[in-house]
Each structure stands twice: as structure tokens, then as C-alpha cells.
């Protein structure tokens, strides 16, 4: 089981649909659910809470395929959106932890999640909000 908060999914689909006919690919984090005010889930388990905004320039941050901008270790998961209606992972694909994909009509459901092997994996919605989040 993947979960994830409903404001994450919907964010990630936004930026799917307001790129498309280009694809997207956006890095996500982890919270654990003890720190989720509201998530009946055990205490350690990781719900998909964040975001990394893409790079929309491309290459500045991209050197050799690796995204310089995303800090290392600290995303779990990719979302990456299919305008071209693949609900399916792809060789393409930026293998991590999990992929979150997506294709048009670009909705809830329209979203899957694999793992590295491209197994699907079932995603579960949480009607959580992340804590805030204060700049150092």
C-alpha cells in the first residue's frame, strides 16, 4: 500500500495538465504519519506529502540525467506524466523508490504507482495536511 495526501495527487495532476502536451516530472517526499495531525495509519509509515517544483528551464539543473536541484537521498518517489495515455511505467522513466504516473484526463483516476520492477502498487489517498514547513 502507497499513500499519499489528496492535495499532493492534485498538485502533481495541475502541473501534468498545465503541461501537457509535454511531459513532467516532479520529485516527492515522505512524512512519516506520526507527524500528520489526522492520519489513522501506524506512526512510521511514509505518506507522500511533498514536492520538489519541476525544473521548467530543463537542462540547468539536469547534468547528466541527474537532477541537481533536488536535494540527494531526500525524494522517494517520481511523478511523471503521460500526455500520451501510457498508464504504465516506461524504460524512460526516472527509476526510484516508487512512480507515480499519469495520463489525461489528468484526475484521480487516471494515477497509478509502481515500484522499480513496474509492479503496481495501491495508492491510498489521505485527507491529511502536511505540517507547515518554516525556512531556516
Known amino acids: 500500500m502507497v499513500y499519499a495526501t489528496r492535495g499532493l495527487v492534485e498538485s502533481c495532476l495541475r502541473f501534468a495538465r498545465e503541461s501537457d502536451p509535454d511531459p513532467v516530472t516532479i520529485s516527492l517526499s515522505v512524512t512519516?504519519?506520526?507527524?500528520?495531525?489526522?492520519?489513522?495509519?501506524?506512526?512510521?509509515?511514509?505518506?507522500?506529502?511533498?514536492?520538489?517544483?519541476?525544473?521548467s528551464a530543463g537542462s540547468v539543473n539536469f547534468v547528466f540525467g541527474v537532477d541537481m536541484g533536488t536535494p540527494v537521498g531526500q525524494t522517494q518517489a517520481r511523478f511523471v506524466s503521460?500526455?500520451?495515455?501510457?498508464?504504465?511505467?516506461?524504460?524512460?522513466?526516472?527509476?526510484?523508490?516508487r512512480i507515480f504516473v499519469a495520463v489525461p484526463p489528468?484526475?484521480?483516476?487516471?494515477?497509478?504507482?509502481?515500484?522499480?520492477?513496474?509492479?503496481?502498487?495501491?495508492?491510498e489517498l489521505l485527507?491529511?495536511?502536511p505540517p507547515e514547513e518554516f525556512p531556516e
Open 127 to 129: 485527507d491529511v495536511e
Open 32 to 55: 512519516p504519519a506520526g507527524e500528520l495531525p489526522g492520519a489513522d495509519l501506524s506512526p512510521e509509515t511514509p505518506v507522500f506529502t511533498h514536492f520538489y517544483y519541476p525544473d
Open 82 to 97: 503521460h500526455p500520451n495515455g501510457e498508464l504504465r511505467v516506461r524504460q524512460r522513466d526516472d527509476f526510484h523508490e
Open 106 to 123: 489528468w484526475d484521480e483516476a487516471s494515477v497509478a504507482v509502481f515500484d522499480r520492477r513496474g509492479e503496481e502498487q495501491t495508492l
